[in-house]
């Protein structure tokens, strides 16, 4: 089972900042937190990901609250484009199984 | 693609025949995954492989066998095929890589249609 919980769904108007939540509260210390996220019926793409620090890159910024239970995915300014369905997983960060839930689909509204 | 390709791209089958698709990269990673998709589950790991001839199961593994003889090539066969197994199938591969760790990189799909 996927170890991050996710609302099924999330609206965001075109040109808001998009903020996805995710629950992790069994994350262990070496766990680290990544996101993807899979537009219509492409591939997932790889996002970002981080460990307790704040992160931001060119796509988005993640927010990891200091006990590491929770973490929020922030598109500064969504377009149209970012309609997709956004995977959080949490995974030591050496390769091993990967399981991806369910995901949070976003809408982006004109 | 990052250098993946997956073959092939669409395939329609009877069930109870054998399916073999495969998955061929040019970058070189050491890891290499086998995810399916279907409506409401999301990704679902069915296999993967950590090395030449190093494999494990996913999560789904049932009915599903993988082989890797060479580092670019992961392979994926469905022995007898099942309608079950239709489905949209998705190699990843994954390594490390500096700045955004272990990255995993999906291929483009096979679509699989079991009659």
């Known amino acids: 089972d996927a170890k991050t919980t996710q609302p099924p769904s999330m609206d965001c108007a075109e040109g808001r900042a998009a903020n996805l939540p995710c629950n992790h509260s069994t994350i262990s210390g070496n766990e680290y937190v990544y996101w993807y996220r899979q537009i219509h019926s492409q591939g997932p793409q790889y996002i970002i990901h981080?460990?307790?620090n704040n992160e931001t890159n060119e796509m988005a910024s993640l927010i990891i609250t200091e006990d590491r239970k929770s973490s929020t995915l922030i598109l500064p300014h969504a377009t149209l484009r970012d309609t997709a369905v956004y995977y959080c997983i949490v995974r030591v960060n050496r390769d091993d199984k990967i399981i991806f839930g369910k995901g949070t689909r976003l809408h982006i509204l004109p | 693609d990052a250098g993946i390709t997956q073959s092939p791209r669409h395939k329609v089958t009877e069930t109870g025949t054998p399916v073999t698709l495969r998955c061929h990269q040019t970058?070189?990673?050491?890891?290499m995954y086998w995810y399916r998709q279907d409506p409401g589950h999301g990704l679902r790991l069915i296999h993967y492989?950590?090395?030449?001839?190093?494999?494990d199961k996913g999560e789904v593994s049932d009915g599903y066998s993988v082989s890797r003889s060479k580092t670019e090539d992961f392979l994926l066969t469905l022995e007898s095929a099942t309608s079950s197994q239709t489905s949209v199938y998705f190699c990843a591969i994954s390594d490390w890589t500096s700045g955004t760790g272990y990255e995993q990189y999906f291929g483009p799909g096979t679509r699989l249609t079991v009659t």
């Open positions: 970058e070189n990673h050491r890891y």
């Open positions: 492989s950590y090395g030449v001839k190093d494999t």
């Open positions: 981080g460990l307790k």
